[in-house]
């Protein structure tokens, strides 16, 4: 059975860092691609960050490109955010995602058949 666990997030100021880590297990072979979204009080889950492999390419929202990075991690299946001048608007629950197979778009959350429970990020102003 596949398992999605995130760690990190917490509180931080407005123009601070976290650092989101997400791991999948429980199937052989690497992800498709993974994923995080968020979503914050009263609002629909949002996309954020995604990364593929085969061809490896990283994806962004544009709320969040050129502030948030996305990569790999050893071992298989581990990847990291990195959030870098945080906003209030980035506060919001995260979740890690993944797919195992087919490829398809991965901006999508319903792409994704696997999901961690989430993690807190609060960015006070």
């Known amino acids: 059975q596949v398992q999605v666990v995130e760690s990190g997030g917490g509180l931080v100021q407005a123009g601070g860092s976290l650092r989101l880590s997400c791991a999948a297990s429980?199937?052989?072979?690497?992800?498709?691609?993974m994923g995080w979204f968020r979503q914050a009080p009263g609002t629909e889950e949002q996309f954020v960050a995604a990364?593929?492999?085969?061809?490896?390419?990283?994806h962004y929202a544009d709320p969040v490109r050129g502030r948030f990075t996305i990569a790999e991690d050893n071992p298989q299946n581990t990847l990291h955010l990195q959030m870098n001048h945080l906003l209030p608007e980035d506060t919001a629950v995260y979740y890690c995602?993944?797919?195992?197979?087919?490829?398809?778009?991965?901006?999508?959350?319903?792409?994704?058949?696997?999901w961690g429970r989430g993690t807190q990020v609060t960015v006070s102003a």
């Open positions: 429980g199937r052989p072979g690497s992800a498709a691609f």
């Open positions: 995602a993944a797919r195992f197979s087919g490829h398809t778009d991965p901006t999508l959350a319903v792409q994704y058949p696997y």
């Open positions: 990364i593929s492999w085969n061809p490896s390419r990283t």
